[in-house]
């Protein structure tokens, strides 16, 4: 069964520090790996990709990585902004059976001033 | 402005009720999909829709039913509410369903809440 863990559940920083947060997949064949984020209230909001090939993508503060051998994730934020609080989560998709994309709970940030 | 709209933006019913959440995906898109939020908890998919057909479906009850008209809008039917139906229900779309690199473009979701 495709499966999408995060880690941790929630997270609380202060304004400026950096976090790291984790995904961990099963799902099998991977496709690609989306980050998205969602603000409290609103629909998510894809921040990057990764697919097979790729170990890092940046998107301006934030920081992807991927290891396809240990079906690992992370997203590095930088310089964090009160404006990062909201849920970041980790979405699989598979490249045969269903196309439907395998979503992890999300990981809930809240930037502290 | 993900470029998909969704009504209504909020819904307060009573249990046994039946309500219909509309959904019009970003122009261009054949696919769209239904999640249910609950308070606190992940994403759960319910059904996908691919140019009027019927794609996938996932966690959905049977007293919940959908469909894609011509126009590529969606409906989702909930009927004989429950108070743990109260959610939020968001909309998504993508140009195809077996583009599996494809992103997901999300509305804003309609608030749900049975009493």
């Known amino acids: 069964k495709n499966q999408v863990e995060q880690s941790p559940q929630s997270l609380i920083i202060l304004e400026g520090k950096n976090c790291t947060l984790q995904c961990n997949y099963t799902v099998s064949p991977f496709s690609n790996l989306r980050w998205y984020k969602q603000d409290t209230g609103r629909g998510p909001v894809s921040l990057t990709i990764?697919?097979?090939?790729?170990n890092t993508k940046s998107n301006g503060r934030y920081t992807a990585t991927l290891d396809a051998d240990t079906k690992q994730s992370s997203l590095h934020i930088t310089a964090s902004q009160l404006s990062d609080s909201a849920s970041y989560i980790c979405?699989?998709?598979?490249?045969?059976?269903?196309?439907?994309?395998?979503f992890g709970r999300g990981t809930s940030l809240i930037v502290h001033p | 402005d993900s470029g998909v709209t969704q009504t209504p933006k909020h819904l307060i019913t009573a249990t046994g009720q039946r309500v219909t959440l509309r959904c019009s995906p970003r122009?261009?898109?054949?696919?769209v999909y239904w999640y249910q939020q609950s308070l606190d908890q992940g994403l759960q998919f319910l059904i996908q829709y691919y140019n009027g057909e019927e794609r996938a479906k996932g966690n959905i009850l049977e007293r919940f039913s959908a469909q894609q008209f011509p126009d590529l809008h969606s409906e989702l039917n909930l009927s004989s509410l429950e108070l743990g139906d109260s959610a939020l229900y968001f909309c998504?779309?993508?140009?195809?369903?077996?583009?599996?690199?494809?992103?997901?473009?999300f509305g804003e979701g309609s608030r749900l809440t049975v009493l």
């Open positions: 979405v699989v998709s598979s490249s045969g059976g269903s196309y439907i994309p395998t």
């Open positions: 122009s261009g898109d054949l696919s």
């Open positions: 998504a779309s993508s140009v195809t369903w077996t583009e599996s690199t494809g992103e997901l473009f």
């Open positions: 990764m697919t097979f090939s790729e």
